[in-house]
């Protein structure tokens, strides 16, 4: 009897630290890594690597700015290539951070404080990889910026054009890229005003202490706090759904076959999520085990994220086999030619690797133990990120190479150019997320405090339900 | 026993009286103790927000909510005014046949500046409504301030209380389960 309650008061009330915890060894724990004398030398090998390729990604820009955008290797018919594949791929990234952020708070689902400092900052990076390629692949960026946003200037004399899906993407994406800055932020200063008081009196501490605004705790503070909060993350629910739909709509507006479907904004949802769970992953996956973190981003924690991701790569793969339903059930001959040409055409590999990566290789999570093998999910977090950049190279250059008119079909090749940046975002990706996890804590201190404050309690109501009926079975069948 | 920490000699230069609990649930039966003899100006400082705490110490629901929607209904006005005036009223010029404004197309922009402008009403808001940033405050100098971000859980009785007396506060603070109460100056 007993030993069923204690199973059902572990079900229901799982703990989501390892080990005995007070809410000190949270804090000691989690600054501790911020407060390194030296950072160890495997965080330097590792920032001189992504440092050099970020060194390559601004090589690569100052070329493509010297020379034009013919140093890609876009040209007609293939007018958006890696670059626009590159952008979808990265702002698909950023899309975890916010559900876990924003959609998995509101869901009250407490797991997500393990993960979710980490995958707001991921998010904040990769939407910074993505901007880069539209602003570059407009060749002049300080130029792009009157092309872009309405600012009243001479040098155009009038304004943008509001009625095309393009011109939304501009707005969708900063405002998501400073909504994202903003709710990182507002998580950001209780931890902030922590590390100020554990520092001793020098510039650290007048850093973090002008970064914590003052931040002192009080309960009449936290009560605007968690109002702040609750509303952000309300606010950025609907706003994360609609950036993908909306970069989703610079191809579903379009008349191209394979790109004109109404499928595209929630498909392209879906995948968002289901690569950014896997980048999520991979970084927590190399974090937790470098930084020693294994007893607060636990196995529970990353069998957790394994579902969504099983989940999201299911619906993926749902998409996929609607597209070819409807392309055959319109009877269009462009759009059936398009998805054949998909299978079979010249670029059958890219939609191999796509199917495999994305619609295969993840069902492997329904087995419990796949779940939970960190191999086993390194290698399929992987996976599932090439599978997705190969979702945005077969949707964009495959419906491009071949669309109505045979005499100007083309085949789309990378340039050196083209790889060299791609590879450069990595670069500025990693080296800001390494500097990240070795400057400001990469776990929520105060809210996992929080959560564990939670989780006592629900444990003390347990177990005073579980005395009181001991006393009852006792009583009732004369059990000692 | 009150002890002062910074020698502050008139009830006008203190902040209050300041003790500490040892976790959230001690912190909490503290409050509803020290309520009950009519003290009304209590500030907890904890470590992370504590459910009920609010309603314990008789603290009114944030008002918040109600400037993040002015905010974002703004951003929505002046998304679909500043459209209407640049595509059909200062520069008017038809694409692809469409009409020169539509309310239609006008979404996505719209809904976005509500979006960005509400963030920014949340953030600045809140910073707005709890006076931050802010330099100094007395709180910081009581003994284990530094602790309040860690694992400190803190209440002060603050001197504009109209029962505020040092001493007695101090005793009040002690009688329920503080440790290191102290008067601390402003």
């Known amino acids: 009897m007993a030993d069923l309650a204690t199973v059902i008061r572990e079900e229901c009330n799982p703990p989501m630290l390892e080990g005995e915890m007070s809410y000190h060894d949270i804090t000691e724990q989690i600054s501790s890594i911020t407060e390194w004398k030296k ?17 390559l990604l601004l090589t690569m820009l100052t070329y493509l700015v010297s020379r034009g955008i013919g140093v890609w290797g876009n040209n007609s018919p293939v007018g958006w290539a890696w670059d626009i594949t590159n952008f979808v791929w990265w702002i698909g990234i950023g899309h975890a951070g916010t559900l876990i952020s924003a959609i998995l708070f509101l869901l009250r689902q407490k797991w997500r404080t393990a993960i979710n400092r980490a995958a707001e900052a991921m998010t904040i990076f990769a939407v910074a990889c993505a901007a880069i390629f539209p602003l570059f692949h407009t060749g002049r960026p300080w130029r ?3 092309w872009l946003f309405p600012i009243p200037n001479t040098y155009l004399h009038m304004w943008q054009n509001y009625k095309s899906p393009l011109e939304w993407d501009v707005f969708a994406v900063s405002t998501y890229g400073t909504v994202s800055i903003l709710f990182w932020y507002t998580g950001l200063i209780p931890d902030l005003a922590t590390l100020r ?5 020098g510039l650290r501490k007048i850093i973090y202490g002008v970064l914590a605004l003052g931040w002192r705790g009080a309960s009449t503070h936290w009560k605007h706090y968690e109002k702040a909060y609750m509303i952000l993350a309300g606010i ?11 970069v989703s709509f610079d191809f579903a507006v379009s008349v191209i076959p394979g790109w004109h479907t109404t499928i595209f904004p929630p498909y392209f949802v879906a995948g968002a999520v289901f690569s950014g769970f896997a980048m999520v992953m991979t970084l927590l996956i190399l974090s937790r085990w470098a930084l020693g973190l294994e007893n607060i981003i636990t196995i529970r924690h990353l069998e957790l994220m394994n579902k969504v991701i099983l989940a999201t790569g299911t619906i993926v793969g749902y998409a996929y086999a609607t597209e070819f339903f409807i392309a055959w059930y319109s009877g269009d001959t462009y759009e059936r030619f398009t998805f054949l040409n998909r299978i079979a055409g010249p670029y059958w590999w890219a939609w191999w690797t796509m199917t495999i990566c994305n619609c295969v290789i993840p069902q492997f999570f329904w087995i419990k133990k796949m779940r939970r093998n960190i191999a086993v999910m390194f290698i399929i977090s992987i996976t599932t990120n090439i599978g997705m950049w190969f979702e945005r190279f077969v949707i964009i250059v495959l419906s491009l190479h071949r669309d109505f008119m045979p005499s100007a079909w083309g085949y789309f090749k990378p340039t050196l150019v083209d790889i060299g940046t791609y590879l450069g975002t990595f670069g500025l990706f990693l080296t800001l997320y390494l500097l990240f996890v070795r400057f400001l804590p990469m776990i929520a201190i105060s809210e996992v405090k929080g959560t564990l404050s939670a989780q006592r309690h629900v444990d003390h109501i347990y177990e005073h339900y579980l005395e009181a009926h001991a006393a009852e079975a006792q009583e009732s069948h004369g059990i000692a | 026993m009150a002890l002062l920490n910074r020698t502050a000699v008139h009830e006008g230069d203190l902040y209050g009286a300041v003790g500490e609990f040892n976790d959230e649930n001690e912190l909490m039966e503290a409050i509803a103790q020290i309520r009950r003899q009519g003290y009304s100006k209590l500030e907890a400082y ?20 109600w400037f993040v929607v002015c905010c974002g209904l703004t951003g929505a006005t002046a998304a679909a005014t500043f459209l209407w005036w640049t595509s059909a009223v200062d520069y008017p010029i038809v694409v ?6 539509a309310f239609t197309y006008s979404i996505p922009i719209m809904f976005e500046l509500m979006i960005l ?9 809140m910073l707005g409504v709890n006076r931050l940033p802010r330099l100094y405050h007395p709180i910081f100098n009581y003994t284990n301030a530094d602790r309040i971000n860690d694992d400190g859980f803190v209440l002060a009785i603050e001197a504009e209380d109209p029962q505020f007396d040092a001493e007695e506060c101090v005793r009040v603070l002690e009688s329920a389960g503080a440790v290191n109460a102290e008067v601390v100056a402003k």
Do not use: C, E, Q
């Not at chain 1, 950025?236 to 909306?246: A, G, K, R, W």
């Not at chain 2, 692809?96 to 404004?101: E, Q, V």
């Open chain 1, 39 to 55: 950072a160890p030398r495997a965080w330097w090998i590792m920032i001189s690597f992504t440092g050099t390729l970020l060194l």
């Open chain 1, 144 to 146: 792009a910026v009157y």
């Open chain 1, 197 to 201: 008081d554990r520092s001793a009196p």
């Open chain 1, 236 to 246: 950025s629910t609907p706003l994360v759904l609609s950036v993908h739909t909306i």
């Open chain 2, 46 to 65: 904890t470590p992370f927000p504590i459910h009920g705490i609010d309603d314990a110490l008789g603290n009114k629901p944030s008002k918040l909510g």
């Open chain 2, 96 to 101: 692809g046949g469409k009409p020169l404004f």
């Open chain 2, 117 to 125: 402008l509400s963030a920014f009403g949340s953030l600045y808001g």
